[in-house]
């Protein structure tokens, strides 16, 4: 996932395409793993607690 992430924001940055917002790190616990109280039980979607952590990172940067 890291990788793929990297290779997309290599891509935004040369791209008036696309931005590139980082959301992955605030979701993971200290050891580098997804946060489970972060996801619905499902382990793909987020939970609420999930949504808000993406609402403010997307208002931080302005979207």
């Not at 939970?47 to 997307?58: A, E, H, M, N, Q």
């Amino acid at each position: 996932m890291a990788h793929t992430n990297h290779k997309i924001a290599d891509y935004c940055q040369t791209s008036k395409l696309c931005t590139y917002v980082e959301t992955a790190t605030p979701l993971l616990n200290a050891e580098k793993i997804p946060n489970k109280g972060l996801f619905a039980k499902d382990g793909l979607h987020l939970s609420k607690s999930g949504y808000v952590i993406w609402r403010d990172i997307l208002k931080q940067q302005g979207i």
